[in-house]
């Protein structure tokens, strides 16, 4: 499969000043991804442990105290691969407009309360299509709308006309109303019930399925990851402990904070209680020694308290970064 985008040796860290001492939160700790076109790229795992800023990074949406600190987000467009930090860490803001679309946490954050939809769609396309006439933008997007299954009337609606869902819905049109070769969601369904959350998981999965591009999708909700994605890496402070195919993650996880994340989920067959990770995740400005997860584990070596487990492939594309699989 092609790469279209990856990050090597990724470091994103908000660097605070509190009170006069310096305060590093490394939120995204060295990390490497390579996600493939024509793909559903989850990420997950517990509140806190750097997913949003991995997306964040991913998109170029990085404003101090956030800073890359090392390594790189590439990108590869015809042959030619892009770093998008380039000339001493400033993003190539032309480029990720026409490459890289953001669908945010809350819809209300692109949605503006005080104008209806079209004027945002309008405004959004004016700002892209300079040579688009305020008519052709706005049958642009009525015909958009239309092909994702959407109502005409939704334009002329303020967004606090709008269900949860359908702002939702309308956020991600809005987000793909250019055609973008990668799609980045950070937690799409939060705030919705299961049954609002199903219609925007499918909407994604039809976007993806016509316009065959990218997405990166990053929610806690393991469940929502089972039912949209390909491939799925999990995320534990700022590092990923494990990458394999949606089936692998969840049919043979082998790292133990992943078999927590599986084990929590709620199962017709299986009505005993459910039981997660022990304890609490750790600070990312405070991180243990060795392995982060270890002060969990109830697997844990010696070795686990000094030495920090690297992301290694052990076959059929299944990576985890523990040191049991090295005593296996």
Request: one cysteine or more; a neutral charge.
């Amino acid at each position: 499969m092609e790469v279209l985008v990856e990050t090597r040796n990724l470091k994103s860290y908000y660097v605070l000043n509190v009170f006069g001492n310096i305060k590093t939160v490394k939120a995204v700790d060295d990390v490497n991804i390579r996600i493939m076109k024509d793909e559903i790229y989850g990420i997950a795992g517990e509140s806190g442990c750097g997913k949003s800023t991995l997306l964040k990074t991913l998109f170029g949406d990085v404003e101090p105290p956030l800073r890359v600190i090392d390594g790189g987000v590439f990108y590869h467009d015809g042959g030619k691969e892009h770093n998008i930090y380039e000339d001493g860490g400033h993003l190539t803001r032309q480029f990720r407009w026409k490459f890289i679309s953001y669908v945010p946490q809350g819809s209300m954050s692109v949605l503006n309360p005080v104008v209806k939809v079209k004027e945002v769609f309008k405004d959004f396309l004016d700002s892209h299509l300079k040579s688009e006439s305020k008519k052709e933008a706005f049958d642009i997007a009525v015909q958009h709308l239309r092909e994702l299954g959407l109502p005409d009337n939704v334009l002329n609606a303020y967004s606090h006309q709008l269900s949860g869902g359908m702002r939702q819905r309308v956020a991600i049109a809005l987000s793909t109303v250019l055609s973008p070769k990668v799609i980045i969601a950070d937690e799409p369904t939060t705030a919705l019930d299961v049954v609002t959350q199903r219609g925007v998981i499918q909407l994604l999965k039809d976007i993806q399925e016509k316009y065959k591009n990218t997405i990166v999708i990053v929610t806690h909700d393991m469940g929502v990851h089972a039912n949209i994605a390909t491939r799925v890496a999990i995320m534990y402070a700022g590092k990923i402990v494990e990458e394999s195919s949606t089936e692998k993650i969840f049919g043979e996880p082998q790292h133990p904070y992943t078999r927590y994340l599986i084990n929590s989920l709620p199962s017709f067959e299986n009505r005993e209680k459910r039981t997660s990770a022990p304890g609490n995740p750790p600070s990312l400005s405070e991180l243990p020694s060795g392995c982060s997860f270890h002060p969990r584990c109830p697997y844990r070596m010696k070795r686990c308290e000094s030495e920090v487990p690297l992301l290694k492939d052990y076959g059929d594309d299944h990576s985890v970064a523990c040191w049991l699989m090295e005593e296996k």
